[in-house]
């Protein structure tokens, strides 16, 4: 599967997503940085500038069909992607699922609308492009904090996912570490044994305790980003096959 996460606004949680649910969720994806300012650390197989991508993009006309990236593309390299992607109308065919990740604040949904309308511009598949909400403060108000983009949705066929991301802590609290939230959520180590058994180890009962909260707010946080990647990747799939 080939991803592209994009939008014209800045700080809409493109990397974010990036790190912390497509590339954990598709097995040995490779992710390709394009010049994001806001990029909150995680592996990065690739990190380029926007003006290089046409040479990429023969390695990636390459790619094998059973195999997985990511094109995590930064606000200021949107637009100058939209016109290589205008260009390369076979690599840009290759890419199976637009994301347009977006929080409710009304520029940014304003971005939103302007992103999808330029890659349909530009020959995109609106049924390809998927706008995925984010930051989610108050889940009882989804409707109306996103309901602008409802409507474009209806106009212009291009789908909001039905499954949000919820703002958590979390997200700044791991912004720099090199593991996914996935990663975290997986570790097994028992802090409370650790807790009863920490003499002589270079750490301290906080470091421990702060390590369980990390570890319970990243499961609590995966379980919503595995909900997110079923609506809006899965169920692209499923809508196409």
Request: charged share 25%.
């Amino acid at each position: 599967m080939k991803i592209a996460v994009i939008n014209f606004s800045g700080n809409t949680g493109k990397s974010m997503l990036t790190k912390n649910m497509l590339v954990p969720l598709l097995a040995g994806a490779k992710r390709i940085s394009i010049e994001d300012l806001n990029d909150p650390g995680g592996r990065s197989d690739a990190t380029i500038t926007a003006s290089v991508f046409p040479s990429l993009a023969a390695e990636l006309n390459a790619f094998e069909d059973d195999k997985h990236f990511v094109l995590d593309i930064g606000a200021s390299s949107a637009k100058e992607m939209i016109g290589h992607f205008t260009r390369l109308a076979t690599t840009r065919s290759d890419i199976d699922v637009w994301i347009v990740p977006v929080t409710p604040v009304s520029k940014q949904c304003a971005d939103t609308v302007n992103t999808v309308r330029r890659l349909m511009e530009i020959g995109v598949d609106p049924q390809r492009i998927v706008v995925v909400p984010n930051n989610i403060t108050d889940l009882s108000q989804f409707e109306l904090d996103f309901k602008r983009l409802g409507v474009a949705a209806a106009e212009m066929g291009f789908r909001l996912c039905d499954q949000g991301v919820p703002n958590s802590k979390i997200y700044d609290m791991t912004r720099s570490a090199e593991e996914s939230l996935f990663d975290i959520a997986a570790d097994e180590t028992d802090y409370r044994d650790k807790l009863r058994h920490q003499r002589g180890e270079h750490v301290s009962p906080q470091d421990i305790g702060r390590r369980i909260v990390v570890r319970d707010m990243a499961r609590d946080a995966c379980t919503h980003l595995r909900s997110v990647f079923d609506a809006a990747v899965m169920g692209q799939i499923t809508a196409e096959s």
